[in-house]
């Protein structure tokens, strides 16, 4: 009796061949087309990213091999969407604080900081706020961990390198006033530039230049300035 | 006796051809995916199509497909293109002849190429690609949205033969009289389907003057580069703006009405402010209210409309509707400025 129950189970399961197969290979479809579109979607704003770093640093070990007295180097950034979202930031060989990536020397980073709108105060903070004095802001050890994780690195021959933004005040009231200064350069949507310049002892800035004040630097929070009068 | 000898059934028959089937489709899907990300251009195209479809079902979903779209590089040169392209990816190397005309030609026809290639590929400019759901519902105003399809970096070595190559560069000219390999019709005949003044080409002067810029000082830099740049600006007509407007109020009733909870306390709500005075009050204050907020859409609408009819009505021909938008492809100077001026912001990637 249980040897003819098995075979009637056996004789089932070949029935059911076709669409096990059939399941499978929907399945499969499903899996496959969804994995497709994922990376289709998914890598591209982190290949955009980590393509302009690579780009930035050849530029930079290019024109650094050169004749480069009284030329200016000039480094185009193409934009993207979400390109706000990422940063270039240097480290020196000497930095205290810098993500592990970079812990053989200098390097330039690229970071992605989430969220950056109302949390800036999370990645930054703000030191010499004195009236003669334009504010700068540091990088906070979020912003360290965020190149950490969210960020690509890349080794450069320098032994001090400094990433710098310049704001001129534009004229809107704000809580500072004054030129403000960033120790990081902010990716945008649209065609930007960075200057890059070679002092002596080995040692780089790229600078990004603007003449009006980024928004977030604009609605300053009183309580960030101790010793404004 | 009665069930071993059986053939194969017409449902198993049916269902091994099905399970053929989806196995066919299933490679043929691996050959497109494959396909795709070999080449760029489809991929670019794929994308394109992608965001178009989520925003027929919803504008809102438009946003979040990205458009895999890479500017592509290409270096016509008697040497090579280090200033331009030292360290970026995917650089297209094209040799200029020896012979100025032919260089010339050559330089006419890769970038008369491209601008078709670009115009293909986003889409001929029927598919609505940028606009936002804010801009749909006349809160924002609408705002011209590039990507830029390819960078072109001329690289001549002597000043002579940049003067004479650069200076007599005439890709309108090509465009007008040169078939697009392939098909009966010339490029300005496929792109603008005929109307010569509905597609713009490119300021002539700005780019004989790209030789005149003083590129000695700047090691590394944009001089001597021409973009390729699809731009785009759709503004909605007044009609369309307050029917969305009328669709989402529809929508977000029935929402509420159908939320338990929200629904009611509304409607309590209601019930206390509609007293002798309080109607009056409320009147005033949603009165107001809607005709703030009807008055600020119909300003966003009408200023859309104003810049895009500046913005478009330069490009397009008398008899077209400037106000309604425009889709262009431009070829410009590769820089700040002059992408600026065309584009609030670039979407695709570099």
Sequence with gaps: MDILKMKNRKGDLREQVPEIVLVVLIIFTFIFGGYKLYQIYSASEI??????????????????????????????????KGADNWWIVGFSKNDKIKPQKCYRGSCLCICKFENFVNKEYDYFSIIKPEES????????????????????????????????????????????NKPVKVGAIRLSNSLEYVQVLFHDKGELSVKFSSKKTPDWALNIPQFLFPYVK | MNGKKRGVSSREV???????????????????????????????????????????????????????????????????????????????????????????????????????????????????????????????????????????????????????????????????????????????????????????VYDDEKIKNLVTEDNKKIIISDANQLAVVYSQIHSHGYGEVFKNL????????????????????????????????????AAVVVGVGVAAAAGRVAYNTYASQDFSAAFCGEFQGAGSDSKKGCSIVQLVPYNKENIEKICTYLDGYP
């Design chain 2, 246 to 281: 009328g669709s989402d109020v529809a929508v977000a009733t029935a929402g509420i009405a159908l939320t338990p909870g929200v629904g009611g306390a509304l409607k309590g709500a209601t019930r206390v402010i509609i007293t002798v005075v309080g109607a009056k009050v």
């Design chain 2, 14 to 200: 049916i269902l091994s051809f099905v399970a053929i089937f989806c196995f066919v489709v299933v490679l043929g899907f691996f050959h497109l995916w494959k396909s795709a990300e070999s080449n760029e251009d489809d991929l670019c195209y794929l994308s394109v199509l992608s965001r178009a479809t989520a925003g027929e079902i919803s504008i809102s979903a438009k946003g979040a497909v990205p458009l895999k779209c890479y500017t592509k590089k290409i270096c016509l040169s008697d040497k090579d293109c280090k200033s331009s392209f030292f360290g970026e990816k995917n650089v297209v190397n094209i040799g200029l002849p020896r012979d100025n005309d032919k260089a010339r030609g050559l330089i006419e026809k890769t970038t008369a190429d491209e601008i078709y290639r670009c115009w293909k590929m986003m889409g001929e400019g029927k598919l609505d690609l940028f606009s936002t759901y804010a801009q749909s519902r006349g809160w924002e105003q609408a705002k011209p949205v590039c990507v830029i399809c390819s960078r072109i970096a001329i690289n001549l070595t002597g000043g002579e033969r940049e003067k004479q190559i650069l200076g007599n560069l005439d890709v309108k000219n090509y465009m007008r009289y040169n078939r697009v390999p392939g098909t009966e019709k010339t490029y300005i005949e496929s792109i603008s389907g005929g109307e010569l003044k509905s597609v713009a």
């Design chain 1, 133 to 176: 004095t334009i504010y700068f802001f540091e990088l906070r050890g979020k912003a360290i961990d965020s190149c950490q994780e969210n960020g690509f690195c890349k080794d450069v021959e320098f032994s001090k390198v400094m990433t710098l933004s310049e704001y001129e005040f534009s004229g809107t009231p704000s809580p500072t």
């Design chain 1, 47 to 80: 290949d955009a990213a980590k393509n302009i770093l690579e780009s930035v640093v050849a530029k930079i070990n290019l024109a650094k091999g050169e004749d480069i007295k009284d030329k200016a180097v000039e480094i185009p950034l193409q934009g993207f």
